[in-house]
C-alpha cells in the first residue's frame, strides 16, 4: 500500500471545474500490483495500434488491447476493434474497479507503453459508442507516469502521477471539457500498462 500517502482523499475533486477526477491512489500492494504487470504483459494481444493522423496511416509503437462483455466494435483513434471475450485476470481487475468506483463496466481498453518514449497525445474519450458522460476507471501498472488534463476553452492544466497498482477515476462532464494525455519522458525506461475500463452503449 502507498506509505507515503496514507491519507490520500479519494473524494478529492482534482478539476478546478466542469468534471470530477478522483485519483484512488495504490488500491493494490506491491506485491499483487507486480503479479498483474507481469501477467497482463503475458496474456493480452497485445497489438500496435493503427490510426490515421491528418488522413495519413500510422502504426503506433504503443500497443493496445480491447476486451469486453461481448465482441463489441469499437472505433478509437478512427479504427475498428472487436472486444475480445475477459480473461480471468482482467475480470478480477474489472471486479475491484466497480467496487471501489461504485460503477459498473461493459469493456476495458488497454495501453502498454514500453517505455518513456512512447505516451498519448491529447484527447478526451468521448467516442459516439461510449456512454455519454459515463465513468471511466483507469488502473496503471509498473513505471509511474505523469498524466495531465487540459481545460479546453481556458487551457488550465492539472496533472497527476499515477502510481503503479493505482486508480484514477474521470467522470460527469471531464469528457466534455477537459482533454488528458500521456506526456512522453525520458526520464522511465522501463513499460506501464495501462487499463481503462468503460461502459459501451448498446
Ligand atoms: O495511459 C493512460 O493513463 C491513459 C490512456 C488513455 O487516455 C486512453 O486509453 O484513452
Ligand atoms: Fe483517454
Redesign the pocket.
Known sequence: MDLFNPILDKTKNWLPQDGTVNYYGQILGRKQADFYLKKLLEIIEWRNDEAIIFGKKIITKRKVAWYGDKPFEYTYSNTSKYALPWTKELLELKQLAEQETGETFNSC?L?LYHNGSEG?AW?S?GETDLKKEGTIA?L?FGAERK?AFKHKQSKGKVEIF?QHGSLLVMKDTTQTHWL?R?PPTKKVTTPRI?L?FRTIEE
Request: charged residues 10%; without cysteine.
Open positions: 481498453l495501453n498519448m484527447h474519450d483507469s496503471s498524466f499515477l488528458h500521456l495501462n481503462t
